[in-house]
């Protein structure tokens, strides 16, 4: 069992930055993949990025490569998401999600945190 809780969402300007948290419990958290996923009114959540917590390999949809940067801290059990040069589409509640796969497939995502609202204001 994987719990997860994610933090640092807010109101942020175009062209900001916020970093979000998700942090886990569970004794088998090391052998999950952790992504971030992205929900927006009207529409199906989306891949954000992914990170595999035992290589650090990392991976990104093209809207957001270059802007985000999804990293981990093992010790604290956390995994970040940086996000520069925010844009109003990127409005959304962000949620991570832990999977025993390397994947961007949301339906392979087997834990979910309660989500945390972005809005970025133009």
């Known amino acids: 069992q994987v719990q997860l809780v994610e933090s640092g969402g807010g109101l942020v300007q175009a062209g900001g930055s916020l970093r979000l948290s998700c942090a886990a419990s569970?004794?088998?958290?090391?052998?999950?993949?952790v992504g971030w996923f992205r929900q927006a009114p009207g529409k199906e959540r989306e891949f954000v990025a992914t990170?595999?917590?035992?290589?650090?390999?990392?991976y990104y949809a093209d809207s957001v490569k270059g802007r985000f940067t999804i990293s981990r801290d093992m010790a604290k059990n956390t995994v970040y998401l940086h996000m520069n040069s925010l844009k109003p589409e990127d409005t959304a509640v962000y949620y991570c999600?832990?999977?025993?796969?390397?994947?961007?497939?949301?339906?392979?995502?087997?834990?979910w945190g309660q989500g945390t609202q972005v809005t970025v204001s133009s």
């Open positions: 999600a832990a999977s025993p796969y390397e994947t961007r497939e949301v339906q392979k995502y087997d834990y």
């Open positions: 990170i595999t917590l035992s290589g650090g390999r990392t």
């Open positions: 569970g004794r088998t958290f090391s052998r999950y993949a």
